[in-house]
């Protein structure tokens, strides 16, 4: 049985127009090896990106998508990080802030293992490259064999994922904590401002702001928030990348490690398809999947919540970050119970507003436009739609898919979008929104909604049901089969 779902009857001449539209910008931004996230304000490879990225390329060319991976692979440093951002030679040193010349990477990071011959920064983004390398996988299985891809990315992932588990185990409980805003992906979120108010900004005449030439001041971090991360990003090159270094801003983000824990049962099943042992990725990942429901689900406000390990404690917040978990393969029935609950709710009016916001609509710091503050982005709004099937929510996720490709149309594939206007905001031709509108409309049409609730089932650790949870993401039932 193929696992496949559909809110209503599709507009195939919508659809045609769309996946024309989006592979023109998949195109556009291909450099030859990777894909920039766009032209202009991202000139360079960026590492969760590139995922999301070769998510999508994966229906266009199995080929280029492997190629996407293994060009970021390729700058990974000998610790098992996988940089955030891999730097073009061909792009000028100043068309990028923070560029090669502040990350320093070849000097400042060798005591960490970065390239010698390839320029990074030194922090990294959401794991969400198993995931990514198991779906491209299974576009192509032949080609994919065929060209050994599995079985050179396996080692690479593999070290990455133990980078997270070990040495960024800061709080030793067996979750990735982040020591940077822009590691989690959510970088000027509210989540952040109170660990932020311990940071003291850099001084303003010290750097100069690139992003501002490129989008609007309304879309972007305020100055006082770009000089803190400036501040921290220094303080972690100049202590040589060493994760052991004192850190202003150190949180276990739940966004971060549900995204670990589908990547982990990717590395599972690619160390089966490789002959490997699935074993340690897949306790890992049920080691880190009972640490995020002991240490991060915030009872009162029914949403996963990051902890500030500086003080140990859960942050007061409601964000996308916290609903992401309903993708977590085997997570209890209460939790995902509770997350559909909070998500429909007046924190985020999932099926009211556009997509799903990235912060609480009802917080007095919910900003409709500015960045990661509360408008709604495509790879957050694609996670979710997986995890609503995952959970057996079969017409809301068709609904979400539906929603998904009408703003990307409508807004010529903006970077995010205001919720409650749907106006397109930041960046357009976007690679990942065209990305992930291609991989939603490859999806399949189904109408037994309740053979997929069925198939969900009570949430838990057998593999049945972890197969179950993870064909929200693959497109793979529990029988093998794929979508």
Do not use: K
Not at 15 to 25: H, K, N, P, T
Not at 93 to 111: E, L, V
Not at 398 to 421: C, K, M, S
């Amino acid at each position: 049985m193929t696992t496949v779902l559909e809110a209503g009857p599709r507009d195939t001449a919508r659809d045609d127009l769309l996946r024309a539209a989006a592979i023109r910008v998949l195109l556009g931004n291909w450099t030859g090896t990777g894909t920039v996230p766009s032209r202009s304000l991202y000139p360079h490879q960026w590492s969760w990106d590139s995922a999301f990225i070769a998510i999508g390329l994966r229906h266009l060319s199995p080929r280029r998508a492997q190629r996407e991976l293994e060009s970021l692979l390729g700058a990974q440093w000998g610790d098992g990080r996988i940089p955030h951002i891999v730097f073009s030679s061909a792009v000028p040193r100043d068309a990028y802030f923070p560029g090669p010349d502040f990350w320093r990477s070849a000097t400042d990071g060798r005591g960490r293992g970065a390239p010698a011959g390839t320029e990074t920064s030194g922090i990294v983004q959401p794991p969400v490259h198993a995931l990514a390398a198991w779906l491209v996988h299974l576009a192509d299985p032949a080609e994919s064999e065929r060209r050994g891809f599995l079985r050179r990315v396996a080692p690479r992932l593999d070290a990455w994922h133990r980078y997270l588990t070990e040495r960024r185990d800061l709080g030793g409980h067996g979750l990735a904590a982040v020591v940077h805003p822009w590691e989690p992906g959510l970088d000027n979120s509210p989540c952040w401002d109170a660990p932020l108010r311990r940071v003291r900004p850099a001084p303003e005449d010290s750097y100069r702001r690139v992003d501002l030439d490129h989008s609007v001041a309304a879309d972007r971090p305020t100055d006082l928030d770009y000089a803190r991360y400036v501040r921290m990003a220094r303080e972690y090159r100049d202590h040589g990348y060493d994760d052991a270094a004192p850190h202003a801003f150190q949180v276990e983000d739940p966004g971060f490690n549900t995204l670990l824990v589908a990547s982990e049962y990717a590395l599972a099943e690619i160390a089966e398809a490789t002959g490997g042992d699935p074993g340690p990725a897949r306790r890992r990942a049920r080691r880190t999947t009972e640490a995020m429901t002991a240490r991060l689900w915030d009872d009162e406000r029914r949403i996963f919540a990051p902890r500030d390990l500086r003080d140990d404690r859960l942050l007061p917040v409601a964000a996308v970050n916290g609903l992401l978990p309903l993708a977590v393969p085997g997570l209890p029935r209460r939790f995902t119970d509770a997350l559909l609950a909070t998500a429909t709710g007046e924190r985020f009016r999932l099926g009211q507003v556009r997509m799903v916001p990235s912060f609480d609509l009802t917080d007095p710091r919910f900003d409709a436009n500015r960045y990661w503050r509360g408008p709604s982005w495509f790879n957050t709004g694609w996670l979710i739609h997986r995890g609503l099937r995952a959970v057996g929510a079969a017409e809301r996720a068709g609904r979400l898919r539906d929603e998904i490709l009408r703003d990307a149309h409508a807004t010529d594939f903006a970077e995010y979008v205001n919720p409650h206007t749907g106006a397109g905001r930041g960046i357009r031709d976007f690679s990942w929104t065209a990305a992930l509108a291609l991989d939603l409309l490859a999806e399949p049409v189904r109408t037994d909604a309740h053979a997929e609730s069925e198939e969900a089932g009570d949430a838990g650790h057998t593999d049945a049901v972890r197969a179950a949870a993870t064909a929200g993401f693959t497109g793979s039932d529990p029988d093998g089969g794929r979508g």
